[in-house]
């Protein structure tokens, strides 16, 4: 005789519509009323204004579309566990060499970023390091590659004192090495997942105005390596701002 089977409660799809473009929809009503009070039609015998509601709407309409639209197209091949992490040498922001297999023997958080004027991953680079000493003490490299240049960089840690190696890969070759993509889709989906409550915080962050000088549509990735120099975890961002999360870390360094 069969027992019973307790199913998994189906979650309302209105809640998971909110929870899901819920941040992006508030962010296109609020320009929807900054713009419906100053946009008009005047010239139109009927003198038609555009109405808050129906310029929010328009936007919310055009994003939630190209959002869900995926055009067919090949991906680049994406890095796996328990691949081994592909090696490479290169130069830090003070020109000093580094190159990835002198860390075996030592677990690595190695994280692409965006650019250092993004205030997005100015956010997410202070949230790691702010933990870089208690990751040091349990053994972890923290690396960072941002499409910045050297000397952008620099002005960006300009009297600061950060443990998180730092290293600028204007020409995006260890991007290519690592798969690591660029997507106007994933750009505007981040609208819908916190990116401006992220912008603001950022920005708030920022000792000193740092240049953007990189890809608006670069997406970000985070690959923890083992000892061995074997992939742990490849974890490719679904939308900018979207980051491997400090627990998932955490959980790394307990093993």
Known sequence: MLGSVALPEREDPRARFQKQYGDGLRFF???????GGSVSMSEKPSNMRLTRSSISLALAGAFLTLTS????KTEPMRLAPPATAPRFTTTDINGSTLDLSAYKGQRVLLTFY???GCPICNLR???IEERTAEFKAKGLVVIAVYESSAANMRTYTEGERFNTIMVPDPEQRLYALYNVERSSGKLMKGMFHG??????????????KIKQ???MNRVSADFLINADGTLNTAYYGAYVGDHLSVDSINTFLAR
């Open 213 to 215: 000088d990189g890809n």
């Open 195 to 208: 990116a401006m409550g992220k912008m603001m915080k950022g920005k708030k962050l920022f000792k000193q």
């Open 29 to 35: 009503v609020s320009l929807g009323d900054k713009w």
């Open 69 to 72: 639209f995926t055009p067919h």
């Open 114 to 116: 965006r650019n250092v």
């Open 125 to 127: 680079f202070h949230e």
